[in-house]
């Protein structure tokens, strides 16, 4: 008796046995590069997420810092004006 994936298995065999070595080395590389560009892919959209939304929160602690000191000077001023 003849099983289906023997049939299936050899089939392919000969489908890639039939292709020129040219082709089947671009095929593999294609893969190759294909998989490792979607590796990359993802472990850099983490990184830079991971970066930009530490960059977003230091500029606004620093805006906040900033805005804080305008406050602080323009009471000890109101302090200083009230005084005279």
């Known amino acids: 008796m003849y099983n289906i994936n023997d049939m ?11 292709l020129k070595m ?8 294609g893969i190759i590069s294909l998989v490792c560009m979607l590796v990359f892919f993802f472990v850099m ?16 602690l620093t805006a906040l810092d900033g805005q804080a000191n305008l406050i602080d000077l323009f009471v000890s001023d109101s302090k200083t004006i009230m005084k005279e």
């Open 45 to 60: 959209s983490g990184n830079v997420a991971a970066v930009v939304e530490k960059k977003s929160t230091d500029n606004m």
């Open 8 to 18: 299936f298995q050899g089939e392919v065999n000969i489908k890639i046995k039939n």
């Open 22 to 29: 040219s082709t089947s080395i671009s095929i593999c590389v």
